[in-house]
């Protein structure tokens, strides 16, 4: 090396393995919040989605959710399948078909919110509530903004009761 030491990371400073950490404390709470959702976590994001009803389409659903769109196909069949949402014309694109949440649907999201809001400030639990939403504010920035296209599927599902 030449003339340059190199400088170790502690813990605090190494995105990649902060990152580890919260993914796989993600990855193991959710699943039993969500029971046997059809797709799990996947499908439960999905429909989250589909309530936004942002996304013209079912390829528009997987660019989002970066889901690839052979897969999304499964994802929205299942979901269709337990009468989460369904599929109709688009009335902008007659190729296209919207996917549309039934009301089925937005009772699961309406059901589910409360507990995957509670699994998620448990891995987030060395944050205070205001720590909490700053870091969602500025993961969904870092994101590219991706994550911040609108009001949750909660907030959605609240304003509509």
């Known amino acids: ?15 990649g393995w902060a990152l580890g950490v919260l993914l796989r404390a993600y990855r193991d709470t959710l ?7 059809p797709q799990g976590a996947r499908g439960y994001q999905t429909l989250c989605e ?11 659903l997987a660019h989002r959710l970066g889901i690839d769109r052979t897969v999304m196909t499964y994802v929205i069949d299942d979901l269709v399948a337990a009468n989460l949402v369904e599929r109709q014309p688009n ?4 190729r296209q078909r919207r996917i549309v ?15 995957v809001a509670a699994a998620e400030a448990a891995v987030l639990g060395a944050l205070d509530e205001q720590e909490r939403t700053v870091f969602r504010r500025l993961l969904a920035k870092a994101a590219g903004g991706l994550a911040d296209s609108g009001a949750d599927a909660c907030e959605i599902i609240d304003a509509t009761s």
């Open 31 to 37: 699943p039993p919040t969500l029971g046997d959702f």
């Open 91 to 94: 009335p902008s694109d007659r």
């Open 1 to 15: 090396m030449s003339g340059t030491t190199r400088k170790s990371h502690s813990p605090d400073q190494d995105l």
């Open 50 to 60: 589909v309530v936004r009803a942002e996304q013209p389409s079912q390829l528009a």
């Open 101 to 115: 949440a039934t009301p089925g649907g937005r009772d699961a999201v309406a059901t589910l919110c409360g507990q």
